[in-house]
């Protein structure tokens, strides 16, 4: 009785595998932390900011294509809870995240932990968050950071830059990648945006360089705010509002440019 040919089996088995190993090679390369784990988080994110927010970019050539730029801190307006979410996955390198410890719901401790979170005690200014902060950028890593200090509301409206991105700004040195959003869910929680569709929107700007501005921090928040306000042409607004009831269907709203 012959033998079977295995040979066909052989060389599909040889060519799967060389398949997964080049897939696996590929999530690892084109993530931070170069893990099959964080590629696969990063490629879900991508998938779901795309497909469920219709996530649309201007601006891609103000970004360091590199996965290690080196020191920087990347400043946005606070729409909702998916912002981070929104820029992360479009951007080659990984951010840590500042967020108000009022935000650290406990069941999720595990989350922030892997994320790395720098959490910020509001009602402690001698708290460990900005010195952390701090100690970050110096070592070449990157800091995400919403200067307005809590989601604009109403939308469209900018609100005051708190003094202390000016502080984190002056202390590093580090260049400053700012990025308008627009377009997010209308929402009455952070967490609520993450279940509504849109039609999200991301500007990034140019990257500015305070380090030989001789400003001082309370400037330099002013001069970024200020900033904001003539990229979008959006209100001034002296003061948190509470958000009005969210419309049945989003509307597609785009950042000046």
Known sequence: MPWPDWSGWVIAAIAAWVAFALLVAFIMRTNPRGTVLAGLIWWAVRLYTHLWHRLRVDGRESVPPTIHPGPLIVV????AGIDPLLVQSV????IRWMMSA?????????????????????????????RDAIRHVTDGGILGIFPEGGLERPA??????????????????????????????????????????????LTFKPLIDYSASGLGHADIAADLRRRYLEWTGWTAADRWQPPAAPAEEPTERSAAS
């Open 156 to 201: 469209r409206h900018i609100l005051p830059f708190a003094p202390g991105i000016g502080f984190l700004i002056q202390r590093t040195g580090a260049p400053i990648l700012p990025v308008i959003i627009d377009g997010t869910p209308i929402a009455n929680t952070a967490w609520e945006s993450l279940t509504r569709r849109s039609r999200s929107r």
């Open 76 to 79: 946005m307006n606070h729409t």
């Open 91 to 94: 951007v080659p390198f990984e």
């Open 102 to 130: 009022d935000m650290r719901f406990p069941p999720l401790e595990w989350l922030w932990r892997y994320l790395r979170i720098i959490f910020v005690d509001r009602s402690n200014p001698k708290a460990a968050g900005p």
